[in-house]
Structure formats: structure tokens, C-alpha cells
């Protein structure tokens, strides 16, 4: 019964239903099965899945984008509960993400924040346009373990630096990683500017992310 | 005769998209980031509100500005002729633009480009006659980034003779690029009267003005000088998957950016264009060589063309390539893209010479695009008929004999019958071709790159305009630092 639904909450992120990925997390909830079960056995599984069939070209970015939209809807449900008997899910680290100032590019930011979030980091978006002060806050209120900054624009770009010098002086550089990234971004800027990493496209930066936290 | 012409859509699935994209305008609106432009429309009658900075923009109010907005203009070379006609189906070419690196033939690898990339890129494009206007496709690395974009426009003043496809990275910078155009063309009234640039305006996908964007639309209205909408949804990412479904997304990109621009000055030149794209589902990448990118530009421009009686001018990026270095991908995409956009009648098109998702720059691939358009505009002319009879009196003249190249009518006709590419082109006998060194079409675009190069001389220009140039670039090169401009390879 219980493995029957883990197998259709796996499915449901395998075919990115996030309603259903939803209504199956409730389910668990009303059948009194174990929260950090129904996550691990039943939603991780089906985004294993999902890797898996993306990384042998089967399955395309929208295909992963929308399995991690219902692994999200899942987990909507059930952390209230996890949070209530006194578990935690695995969560590889804490990134606080968004485009710099000046710049209104969403679309590539978003991709790298659905792919840390399917690959079980914790992702705090903070949209477009984002001061330095802003990422600063938000990666102390966060307890953010990277802070990611994108920029589509050579002319944005240099925001990227603004925002480490701003960690710098508010003395969080030490306990904070750095990660850049967009298109006119480079390796050699990345180290020009002291960012800890630089990846040229979504899967690179969760491949850096979790280099970054040591995994 | 009959012009070739590629149409995808049916008139009524035409009218469906137009009718569409006048109802996006309406709900859910466009975002307007710039105060002046939320007046503009809210004064004429759209509903603005100015926290969430949402214009919604009734059909009426668009309409009315497409129908001030000219079917066609011209664009002047140095000498004043009007080279470039903006209108119907008459297709030009011009350089892909703003290339943050260049493709290094000798270090065969790619880098930031500097003063005298940009040099040498003049030199090439004023060279290639099939390539009707230069564009500022090179951004200069050894300058300021704040003064990169008037640099580039500078340098092709200093050196060029052909109309120029640009555009600004700010909203200050276009009174200086403005005040470089007007310094040769005379006074401000000479350059609207006989624009020598067109500016490129970009809104960000879906349905969102920029303050630089919107800024920039503005000033181009009221300087007369024209605007080319450069609208790029992202077939599945920032726009729908679909063609037809990012195709109605454009039309309301830009039918909200001529409302803009026709506000702030009715009967403005500004032309529909865009730089669309499919999306790579494996990569993230933007595929400017990918078939649907090349439908979508057509698709739209059809729609462009059917906006109202006469149509709009008309612009695409095609003619590019996403590899990283010159190979047989890079002609296979640039030579479809540029068929594909002349048999629909794109009246600019910019790709030549730009690979790597618009971002790198090659002067080997622009020869090699040279060709690709000399044949694409060979294949727009289409089959001439004119003649009576067709053939029998010359048939009948050479006989049984056979050999038409003694015939007055071929020495009459094959020049305009075919296209004659250069020794870019390989059409040698084997081994003649084995004796000229064996060399791919890379080596004989780079050797073609070369001569030239050698061969360019600038076209006449008064010292006063030079010195006042230079001044000019001077005086606002140091107002961002810059105490001298970088040292110039070609005399003026």
C-alpha cells in the first residue's frame, strides 16, 4: 500500500504534475506514513529519475524544470510536518540567488535555481534587479551557504563584484561562497573579481555548487 | 516575372496573430520601466498603473500609431545616396551586431577584440560589395565599457562610406553617438532628412520596456534618426514554444514599442524587426542557427509586412551561426538563414561574420557570408522571362552546333544570370586547386580577409569633420577616464 504510493509520487515528478505531486504528499500525511519517508522514497526517487533520463538525453530542460516544480509542491506539503516531529530533509546547502542590479535578465537565473533546487539544495530566488545590500540581507537571514549572481549584461557584470566587496565589508565573505554566472561571464572574470565559482550553463553550476560545499 | 516568396501563414491565421498580439497590449499589458514613456501612454489614453508600471494599451491607440509609422524609408551612405531602402521586399544585408569577442584566425581561438579588430573589420565590410551596410559589430575591449558603444560608432564614421546599423548600451550615450552622426552629416536636420543610422531598440521578453530601451525610443523619434525594434522571445523559455504562439508575442512587443515611439513623435521611421530565437532543451543555449529561429524570423515578418496596407519596414538576425569556429555547421546555418529571410523579404539582415550565439565575431566567416548573400540575393531576382521568344532564336541561331559561347546572348546574359562568387568559392579543377595550395574554404577566406585589407583606402572625408571626430571622441573619452583614445592603424 505505502510502496504503491511511493511509486506514484515518484511518478508524479517523473511527469512534472505538481498538483498531483501535491495531492499524493497530503495523502501521506492522512495515512500517517513518515514525511522524510514519503520524500526520500517516494518524490527524490521519481527526481532521481528524472536526472537519470535527462542526462541520457531523454528528457529535456522543461521536462526537468516542471519535475522540480512538483518535488517543490511536495514539499510545500510536508515540511510544515516534517518540521513539527523533529526531522530535517538532507538539504546540500543554502544558496541565495538572483540577478544583479541593472539587469531585468530572469531566464537563466531561474533555470540555475530550479536545478540547484532539483539536486536538493535549499534556493532563495530574489528575482531580478537585486541590490547588493539586498543579496547581503537575505544571505544573513537565509544563513546562505553560496550566493549566486547572474548578469546577462558586460554592463551589469561588473554589479557581480559590488556585491562580494558588500559581503566583504559586512564581514561575510569567509563564511559565504561566491558563484557568477550569464553570458558574458568567464572563467577569467570569475577569478578577476574573487568569485569561488564560475559555470558556464545550469548543469555546470550545480556540478559547482556542490563542489563548493564540498560534496 | 515572379518574385520567389516564402509565406508560412495563411492571411487568416495573419489576421488571428495581429488580432492576438492587439489584445496582449490590453491584458495583461506591457511593463513600461521609464516614467516618460508610462506618461506618453497614459496621456493617450492607456491605463497606467505607475506602482506595478503596467501600461495597458488600447487597440485603437496601437493602431493609431502603426498607421503614422512610415511603410519605408531610406538609409544614406557618406556620399548621401540612399542605399538602403527599408521597405517592401527589397532585402539588404548587414554585419551581425556587437560581438564581445573575435574570432583570431592565427591564434585559432577566440578573444576580446581591440581598436584594431574593429580596424580591420571596416576595412573588410566596406570592401564587400554584397554587404549593403556596416554595423558596429565590434565591441572595442581596449576602452571603457561606458564608452563602448559610441567608440564603435565613432570608428565606422572615421572610416566607413555605408550606412550603419547600431545601437546604444545606455541612455546617456545616444545624444553622443547622435552628436558623432550629426557632426558629418552637417546639422541634426541634414541627418533626419537623410538618416545615415538606424538604432537598435531591444524590449526584454515577454511584454517588458526597459528605461534604456524606452529612452532610446524616444530620443530616435524626436531626432528623426530611425529605430529598429530588435523584440527576441525564447521559443520555450521566454516566450511560447511555439512559432506562431512567439510570432504573436513579437507583434506585441513591437506594436507596443511603436506606440511608444509614434507618441513621442508621429511619423517617425521605425522598423519591425527582432532577433527571436528557439531554445536548446539540452543546453539552455539560444540557437540562432536552428530552423525554427530562421521560421519564426519569416513568420514574423510576414506579419510585419500585412500590419497595415503597405506593411512596416522590416529586420532580422539571420545569417548566423552558433559554432565557435568556421566550419561546414557555420555555412550550413548562415547560408539557410540568409535564403531563408531574402525569399521572404527581411529588408535588413544581420548575421554576416557573427557566430557563437551572437556573441563572437569572425571577419573569415563575413567573406564566406558575402557570398552566401551574393546568392541569395542572386536567388530573390528570380527567373527572368522578359525575353520573346524565351529561347528559340537563340537556339535557332547556334543550331546543332552547340557551343553558346560564341553566342552574342550569352556575353550578353551570363553576367546577370548567375551569381559570380570570389576565389572564396572553390570552383577549380582538382588539381589546379591542388596547386594553389590545397586550401579550405577557411584559408581562402582568411587569405581573401587579407587582400582586403590591403586593398581598402577611406573614402573622402573633410579634415574639419575628421578633427571635429576626434574631438569629440576625445573630450567624452576623458569625461569617463580615458585620457587618450587608442592609437588608430589607418590614417585620416
Redesign the interface.
Known amino acids: 500500500m505505502t510502496e504503491e504510493l511511493f511509486k506514484r509520487m515518484a511518478q508524479s515528478v517523473i511527469d512534472g504534475e505538481a498538483e498531483e505531486a501535491a495531492a499524493l504528499a497530503r495523502q501521506a500525511l492522512e495515512l500517517g506514513v513518515d514525511p522524510l519517508e514519503a520524500i526520500n522514497k517516494g518524490f527524490t526517487a521519481g527526481m532521481d529519475v528524472v536526472g537519470e533520463l535527462y542526462s541520457c538525453g531523454e528528457y529535456f530542460l522543461p521536462d526537468l524544470i516542471l519535475g522540480g516544480e512538483a518535488m517543490k509542491a511536495a514539499l510545500a506539503v510536508l515540511e510544515p510536518a516534517l518540521k513539527a516531529s523533529g526531522q530535517a530533509r538532507e538539504v546540500l546547502g543554502r544558496v541565495v540567488l538572483g540577478t544583479v542590479k541593472g539587469d531585468i535578465h530572469e531566464i537563466g537565473k531561474s533555470l540555475v535555481g530550479s536545478m540547484l533546487s532539483a539536486n536538493g539544495f535549499e534556493v532563495y530566488d530574489l528575482g531580478i534587479d537585486v541590490a547588493a545590500e539586498t543579496f547581503v540581507a537575505q544571505a544573513q537571514e537565509r544563513k546562505a551557504d553560496i550566493v549566486a549572481l547572474s548578469a546577462l549584461l558586460t554592463t551589469t557584470m561588473l554589479y557581480q563584484r559590488d556585491v562580494i566587496e558588500h559581503l566583504a565589508e559586512a564581514g561575510l565573505r569567509d563564511r559565504v561562497k561566491v558563484m557568477v554566472g550569464g553570458s558574458p561571464v568567464t572563467q577569467a572574470w570569475a577569478d578577476q573579481i574573487g568569485a569561488d565559482g564560475f559555470a558556464e550553463d545550469a548543469a555546470g553550476a550545480v556540478a559547482v555548487a556542490k563542489r563548493l560545499m564540498g560534496r | 516575372m515572379i518574385r520567389p516568396k516564402l509565406e508560412f501563414l495563411s492571411p487568416e491565421t495573419v489576421r488571428r496573430a495581429i488580432d492576438e498580439a492587439y489584445e496582449l497590449l490590453w491584458d495583461p499589458g506591457v511593463r513600461v ?1 521609464y516614467d516618460e514613456a508610462l506618461r506618453l501612454l497614459g496621456d493617450a489614453g492607456a491605463t497606467v498603473d505607475m506602482s506595478s508600471r503596467v501600461a495597458r494599451i488600447p487597440r485603437s491607440l496601437a493602431e493609431k500609431a502603426v498607421e503614422t509609422a512610415p511603410s519605408s524609408f531610406y538609409l544614406y551612405n557618406l556620399d548621401g545616396e540612399p542605399v538602403v531602402h527599408y521597405g517592401g521586399d527589397d532585402v539588404h544585408f548587414d554585419p551581425g551586431s556587437a560581438a ?1 569577442e573575435i574570432a583570431d584566425y592565427e591564434a585559432r581561438q577566440s578573444r576580446v577584440p581591440v581598436t584594431a579588430d574593429c580596424e580591420d573589420f571596416v576595412r573588410v565590410a566596406e570592401m564587400l560589395p554584397q554587404i549593403d551596410a556596416l554595423a558596429t559589430s565590434i ?1 572595442c575591449g581596449d576602452v571603457p ?2 564608452m ?1 558603444d559610441w567608440y564603435r560608432l565613432y570608428l565606422l564614421l572615421l572610416y566607413g562610406r555605408k550606412p550603419i546599423v547600431t545601437g546604444t ?2 541612455i546617456e550615450t545616444f545624444a553622443i553617438m547622435h552628436e558623432l552622426l550629426v557632426t558629418v552629416a552637417g546639422s541634426a536636420e541634414a541627418l533626419a532628412e537623410k538618416p545615415r543610422a538606424v538604432f537598435d531598440v531591444c524590449p ?1 521578453p515577454p511584454l ?1 520596456w ?1 528605461d534604456i530601451t524606452c529612452a532610446n525610443l524616444i530620443d530616435c523619434a524626436r531626432t528623426g534618426v530611425p529605430a529598429e525594434l530588435v523584440s527576441m522571445p ?1 521559443m ?3 516566450g511560447p514554444a511555439t512559432v506562431i504562439g512567439s510570432a504573436v508575442q513579437h507583434a506585441a512587443e513591437c506594436l507596443s514599442g511603436i506606440t511608444i515611439h509614434q507618441l513621442a513623435k508621429p511619423g517617425s521611421p521605425i522598423v519591425w524587426g527582432g532577433s527571436p530565437a528557439s ?1 536548446d ?5 539560444t540557437p540562432m542557427g536552428a530552423m525554427a529561429t530562421m521560421m519564426l524570423d519569416c513568420t514574423y515578418t510576414q506579419i510585419g509586412k500585412a500590419i497595415k496596407p503597405g506593411g512596416l519596414p522590416t529586420h532580422a538576425y539571420l545569417g548566423m551561426s552558433d559554432t565557435k569556429i568556421v566550419d561546414a555547421q557555420t555555412g550550413l546555418e548562415s547560408a539557410a538563414g540568409a535564403i531563408l529571410g531574402a525569399l521572404a523579404g527581411v529588408n535588413m539582415m544581420s548575421g554576416p561574420g557573427m557566430m557563437d ?1 551572437e ?1 563572437c565575431f569572425s571577419l573569415e566567416k563575413l567573406v564566406i557570408d558575402a557570398e552566401i548573400v551574393g546568392m541569395a540575393k542572386r536567388l530573390v531576382a528570380g527567373v527572368d522571362d522578359s525575353e520573346e521568344p524565351l529561347a528559340l532564336h537563340v537556339m535557332r541561331e547556334v543550331g546543332h552546333a552547340g557551343n553558346f559561347l560564341k553566342s552574342k546572348h550569352t556575353r550578353r546574359s551570363f553576367r546577370k544570370e548567375d551569381y559570380i562568387p570570389s576565389e572564396v568559392i572553390d570552383r577549380d579543377f582538382r588539381q589546379t586547386w591542388f596547386d594553389k595550395g590545397a586550401l579550405d574554404i577557411n584559408a581562402r577566406a582568411h587569405r581573401k580577409v587579407r587582400e582586403l585589407i590591403a586593398a581598402y583606402e577611406p573614402p573622402p572625408l573633410a579634415a574639419e569633420v575628421v578633427r571635429e571626430l576626434v574631438a569629440i571622441a576625445t573630450r567624452h573619452a576623458q569625461a569617463v577616464g580615458l585620457d587618450r583614445l587608442p592609437a588608430r592603424t589607418i590614417e585620416r
Open positions: 520601466h564581445i565591441v565599457q561606458s563602448a548600451f545606455a526584454s517588458l526597459s525564447l520555450g523559455a521566454t531554445f532543451m539540452r543546453t539552455g543555449t550565439f556573441s
